[in-house]
């Protein structure tokens, strides 16, 4: 009789564990599957890279930097040969962010200038990824993941103001901040 109980168990715990490994396509697994390829640019960047001096932030900016581990960047730009894959890839990125583990904070844009989405994995006051999706007919697509540790939506907008000073000498990065114009 425990012989049965004991291989029941073990069966329950192997479903369970086969059900939570697969839990579909992932906005990191979309990343990793596509930054070498052509048509798309990636970018990590480390928050040591954006150089803030943090003397000059509020506390609650301050917490909001130290709260953010890394930015994952990876964009799709449209040219003459690649508008039909534009399409497929889009539709993968928005397939991807109907999961219920991405929670919608915010959208706006139009179908002229472009669209984008912001949403976020974990809770308003302790997100654990924040991201910000924006996609242009005439230009292609753009993610950032904002990778961090109890990040906090409110202190985050705040920190934004700083972001938006930062005077950005890498062209590859200069490339991201410009589709967002």
Do not use: W
């Not at 409110?154 to 700083?162: A, E, G, Q, T």
Request: proline content about 2%.
């Amino acid at each position: 009789m425990t012989s049965s109980i004991n291989k029941i168990i073990m069966l329950l715990i192997l479903v369970a564990t086969l059900h939570s490994c697969n839990q579909g396509p992932t906005l990191q697994t979309y990343y990793v599957d596509n930054e070498l390829l052509p048509g798309f640019t990636s970018l990590d960047v480390p928050t040591s890279f954006l150089n803030i001096d943090e003397a000059g932030l509020t506390d609650e900016q301050k917490e909001a930097y130290n709260s953010i581990d890394k930015l994952n960047m990876l964009g799709f730009v449209i040219g003459e040969d690649n508008k039909a894959e534009y399409k497929v890839e889009l539709a993968k990125i928005k397939t991807i962010l109907k999961a219920p583990k991405y929670q919608e904070l915010m959208r706006g844009g139009n179908a002229t200038d472009g669209k984008f989405v912001i949403k976020f994995i974990g809770e308003e006051d302790s997100i654990d990824e924040l991201i910000l999706f924006g996609n242009a007919a005439n230009r292609g697509f753009v993610i950032v993941r904002v990778l961090g540790d109890d990040m906090n939506v409110n202190k985050i907008m705040k920190l934004s103001s700083v972001l938006q000073n930062l005077d950005l000498d890498n062209s590859q990065l200069n490339q991201f901040t410009d589709f967002f114009k």
